[in-house]
């Protein structure tokens, strides 16, 4: 039992607390400060009390009772308390308010935002603490696979398959939304209507080829459109499943068997990877690629660097080149693991490696695509930040730019319906009025090529930065507002669920053009029964209570702020080589077109775990050496 001196100074520290925690950020509009003061301090409903009261009342006896620790590891717990309290204030406010404005628009509201800030610090703070002490409980004696790597990975490679059966005849013949339709017609150069589908690396290329030719095979063999989309989806599962269970050999060989095992049940049992598996899309690619990348990674953290195997360099190499050739912004996952490998002790090898993976994907995206009559990416799918601040200044600060700014910015965008239909969560509006001729390009490769180049967004686009430069000189907070209010549902908690299932949709959902003669065939589900089963299980498994938690994309991004923390806390310099790459991942959500879509954490599914994994199975005397 806790004793804690000073029940007067106690109690008055739990009143504070509450207090602070009972601030709400509604907007309101209308009143005089003490009908306002009020209002922010009003909570609704007994429920969300009790839990403000408990919460309170917890967070000052674990401050209470905190053992003594060292001071770089209190200033650790503050900064990141700090960041996630700077998450929430943040999230409150631009889900109360459409903006962050509440925080500082008067100095009332500076005052109320600062007390909620500094009360939310400190119970995080606390809570990291008592969190990281149940961590270090954990680390206990590892138990460690020594049984045939074959066996090892078939048992795991039949178990996945097993498991994952249900989850492929609920979807059967797999689920293809507009992206997987996309690449088959460019596949095929289709053609519908005035468009004329073409290859581009708007999807990756590697990705595009690998379901066109399933896609191709199947329709040979079978002559059935269900049936080549069939056999795309068994290539999927195959290959998703076969790099699990890679990565679970890798972590009962050289992490701990019991590790293993619970992180098999996650990804035979969480849907996610199973229903990705069985879709037409690049996501199923880019998965598997992260968890290899992954396991490679794991290996040569764990290994004494004597005992490196060649095999596994040149596994490493190959898994950094899959990384950076199924998704486009994948060279960057491989160049912040090379940042990470310096400091890895006598990790020369794994540098050269990493480097000469990255020598590959630029060269092969640079040269090889162009020989292989392969148009870049469109640039504005990367402009998504100056692109929705533009448009907001175009709605909310119109007087900011001049008649020629206007002017200039017509070369490259439908001014007038950019500012009229911005919407601040889908960057997808706003980029449907910069004129691009998506599939538009005639003639051949060269002549396409031409005509892609002296696309004004192409062509001038330092002119186009240098325009947003100077309409950010006169709009730092509007624009710095745009940033936060387009996504902040990756680190602050949103009810929406849902994005998990309408990307891809059940039920295709592309545009009627996408529809050649290719994808005509295609019957998303084989009858009623299939269909209304399918429907009822997407429904139900994201209301379950505790589990739908999952489903969010700002849990993950907080486990990764958290567990980074903690490898770091172990063992810096040797871990940064599996937290950097991760650390990309959440940057890449915040740059992305889609505020708060789940897809975009998958890789920290898998990846979390392993950061996990790895820093409960560290040992403090070194990492085991295994022969």
Excluded at 27 to 50: A, D, H, M, P
Excluded at 268 to 280: H, L, Q
Aim: charged share 15%.
């Amino acid at each position: 039992m806790i004793k804690i001196k000073g029940k007067g100074w106690w109690i008055f520290q739990s009143i504070v607390i509450i207090f602070g925690l009972s601030i709400n950020f509604k907007l309101i509009e209308n009143t005089n400060n003490i009908e306002y003061l009020i209002e922010r301090f009003k909570v609704t409903g007994l429920v969300s009390e009790i839990v403000i009261i408990i919460i309170s009342i917890f967070s000052i006896i674990l401050f209470h009772s905190m053992a003594s620790v060292k001071v770089s590891t209190k200033i650790i717990y503050l900064v990141i308390a700090s960041i996630y309290s700077s998450f929430i204030i943040v999230g409150l406010a631009v889900s109360n308010s459409g903006s962050i404005y509440l925080i500082f628009n008067s100095p009332l509201n500076i005052v109320l935002s600062l007390y909620f800030y500094l009360t939310i610090l400190f119970v995080i703070y606390n809570f990291l603490y008592w969190i990281y002490s149940k961590f270090i409980v954990l680390s206990l004696k590892k138990e460690v696979l020594l049984s045939s790597p074959i066996k090892i990975w078939f048992l795991f490679f039949i178990g996945l398959c097993i498991c994952w059966v249900p989850m492929f005849l609920l979807l059967y013949p797999g689920i293809w939304g507009w992206d997987g339709m996309d690449q088959i017609n460019q596949f095929y150069s289709a053609t519908s209507g005035e468009i004329k589908f073409y290859l581009t690396n708007h999807h990756p290329y590697t990705t595009t080829v690998i379901m066109g030719n399933l896609f191709n095979i199947g329709l040979k063999l079978f002559h059935n459109t269900n049936k080549a989309i069939s056999l795309v989806i068994i290539f999927n599962n195959i290959y998703l499943i076969s790099s699990f269970s890679y990565l679970l050999y890798i972590i009962s060989r050289y992490c701990d068997k019991r590790y293993s095992k619970y992180l098999f049940f996650f990804f035979a049992f969480f849907p996610i990877f199973s229903f990705w598996a069985n879709t037409v899309d690049k996501t199923c690619y880019f998965l598997g690629a992260i968890s290899f990348f992954y396991a490679e990674l794991v290996y040569f953290i764990k290994m004494d660097y004597k005992s490196w195997n060649k095999v596994h360099l040149f596994a490493l190499f190959i898994a950094a080149c899959l990384v950076g050739l199924t998704r486009n912004d994948g060279i960057f996952y491989v160049l912040f693991t090379l940042i990470g490998s310096v400091f890895l002790k006598n990790s020369i090898n794994v540098k050269l490696v990493l480097t000469g993976a990255l020598i590959g994907i630029f060269i092969f995206n640079r040269f090889g695509l162009p020989m292989l009559k392969v148009l870049p990416t469109e640039p504005m799918e990367s402009m998504q930040v100056p692109m929705q601040q533009i448009a907001l200044a175009l709605k909310e600060n119109p007087k900011s730019l001049s008649h020629e700014n206007k002017k200039q910015l017509s070369k490259f965008l439908d001014v007038e319906a950019m500012s009229r239909i911005y919407t601040a969560d889908n960057y997808d509006a706003v980029k449907s009025t910069i004129k691009f001729p998506q599939w538009r390009f005639k003639g051949e490769f060269d002549s396409r090529e031409k005509q892609f180049n002296n696309v004004p967004i192409v062509k001038d686009k330092k002119e186009l930065y240098s325009i947003w430069f100077n309409l950010l000189l006169k709009n730092k907070l509007l624009f710095f507002d745009s940033f936060l209010v387009g996504n902040y549902n990756y680190y602050f908690p949103t009810t929406n669920v849902s994005l998990i299932w309408n990307d891809p949709p059940l039920n295709g959902g592309a545009s009627k053009y996408e529809y050649t003669k290719h994808i005509d065939g295609y019957t998303s589900s084989v009858n009623h029964f299939q269909f209304y089963l399918r429907n009822f299980f997407m429904r139900s498994i994201i209301v379950l209570p505790i589990f739908n938690l999952l489903f969010i994309p700002m849990l993950w991004n907080w486990l990764l702020i958290f567990v980074s923390t903690l490898l770091l806390m172990q063992n810096l310099k040797r871990y940064l080589i599996i937290v950097f790459p991760s650390i990309m991942i959440f940057i890449v959500m915040l740059m992305g077109p889609v505020n708060g879509a789940l897809r975009y954490c998958f890789p920290l599914m898998i990846i979390i775990p392993i950061l996990f994994i790895v820093g409960i199975t560290n040992n403090s005397n070194g990492e085991k050496k295994y022969g």
